[in-house]
């Protein structure tokens, strides 16, 4: 028997995400530029900071969804962690973005330890939320719907620290002031920590849990022995570049090619229209369309909407901006899809498994998001690096144009190696129908 789940619990549970990825994305947007033109830090320095500690938290990642699987409380498996974690990672959040002054050695010890406290706090939230919508509901339409808000949500989550974050700034200072990051945090922060716990307080968890206590060796199996799994996971690591390269150097891109942190905003709005029409207009075409070809179209046609503003030129700021749009479009099926795809895994699991593992597979999606992201800082560090990026010195034709090459053209072929993985990803919609009638029958009994 099915469950429809109520609205309001779907809107709290896209207002999570909202929030959460406001966090995320003021992070991904603020911190290497923080690190580099507000404390002084070097940018290949500040770049092996942040890679460094992503990696090491990544590493930490499948333990927390194997905790979280192992969980069983009055209030559920996840929903515990978003009723006491949210105000930690907003605090850790506002540590990160505080100058405290003293030594540069001391600068550098102060941002590693808050920056990997961050990281794991962002994990002890980011995998129970994600998980709580496999248990959602045991109608997977349900699930598809919810995971769909989730990403609406948190879209509409950057599109905010995207367009507004700027303005924030400004209201505080501007971008060349400590204090403008440590208010902006400060009201980020909040704004993250209510949202999540609402989450947390009113939601619910349909899906009753395995009374089997399933061991840590053969939780992992959920992951090395689920092969559409981690085809899947090859793709997310390389898709998940994308959009991670251009936070990571949006900034720098407006600044020193457009010569305006003003336009910050006009990239935030053409975020929000491309990735919000991407998401909305993937449902309709799933019901027609196998989700593998899906993403494979979507992946091609976006590289072709990243190469082409190269190839004609990006300093007319209009046109680049609809190419921004179109590109973020196919970004937003991308994300549907493959996460969509990611619960049928779970379901794939239980039915070849006998378990569905909700946590450790939510948390090695984190861990490929955060192994992402410290690629994405690894690369910008060493693409500013080459140009010979000096912070605020006036720019360079070879810095502008090193500049334009990473926003365009590395997107690009990310895009275009994130279909390689998932040529091998072998549950087919008719194989998918068939184990959810097997696990609908196997609950029944």
């Excluded at 100058?99 to 330890?113: K, M, N, P, Q, R």
């Excluded at 808050?114 to 997977?140: E, F, R």
Aim: hydrophobic share 50%.
């Amino acid at each position: 028997m099915t469950t429809k789940v109520p609205l309001a619990e779907k809107m709290v549970f896209s207002g999570g995400l909202l929030g959460q990825n406001m966090l995320y994305s003021f992070m991904s947007m603020y911190i290497l530029f923080f690190y580099t033109d507000l404390l002084g830090i070097p940018a290949t320095t500040a770049s092996v900071i942040l890679v460094a500690a992503s990696i090491f938290d990544a590493c930490l990642d499948p333990l927390m969804g194997m905790i979280t699987d192992k969980t069983r409380s009055r209030w559920g498996k996840f929903r515990p962690y978003l009723l006491f974690a949210p105000f930690l990672i907003a605090l850790a959040t506002i540590v990160c973005f505080w100058d405290f002054g003293g030594s540069s050695t001391t600068t550098l010890v102060i941002a590693t330890v808050s920056y990997l406290l961050w990281g794991m706090l962002y994990t002890v939230c980011d995998t129970p939320l994600w998980a709580l919508s496999s248990v959602i509901s045991t109608d997977p339409g349900e699930r598809t719907l919810f995971v769909t808000l989730g990403k609406i949500g948190g879209t509409l989550g950057a599109v905010v620290i995207t367009v507004g974050g700027i303005q924030l700034l400004l209201a505080f200072g501007g971008e060349r002031s400590t204090q403008a990051y440590l208010y902006s945090a400060i009201i980020i922060g909040i704004i993250a920590a209510l949202s999540i716990l609402l989450t947390g307080i009113l939601t619910r968890e349909r899906v009753a849990p395995s009374p089997v206590k399933i061991s840590f060796r053969q939780n992992l199996q959920t992951v090395y022995k689920n092969k559409p799994l981690l085809t899947l996971l090859a793709s997310l690591l390389i898709i998940n570049l994308v959009n991670g390269i251009r936070q990571s150097i949006q900034l720098y891109y407006v600044v020193y090619v457009w010569g305006d942190a003003g336009y910050a905003t006009q990239v935030g709005i053409s975020l929000v229209v491309g990735m919000l029409l991407g998401m909305t207009a993937t449902p309709p075409l799933l019901r027609r369309f196998s989700k593998k070809k899906v993403f494979i179209l979507s992946c091609i046609l976006g590289s072709l909407s990243c190469i082409l503003p190269y190839l004609l030129g990006d300093h007319n700021v209009m046109t680049t901006l609809v190419f921004f749009a179109v590109s973020f479009f196919f970004s937003g099926m991308t994300t549907i899809v493959s996460t969509s795809m990611l619960l049928d895994t779970i379901d794939y699991s239980e039915w070849k498994l006998g378990f569905r593992g909700e946590g450790i597979v939510f948390s090695t999606n984190t861990f490929v998001t955060k192994f992402s992201g410290a690629l994405s800082r690894l690369i910008i560090g060493a693409s500013l690096g080459l140009l010979s990026y000096v912070e605020n010195q006036p720019s360079t034709p070879r810095l502008q144009q090193g500049l334009s090459f990473v926003m365009f053209l590395l997107p690009a072929l990310c895009f275009l190696a994130a279909i390689l993985p998932i040529l091998f990803y072998n549950i087919s919609d008719k194989q998918r129908l068939q184990t959810l009638s097997d696990l609908e029958n196997t609950r029944s009994v």
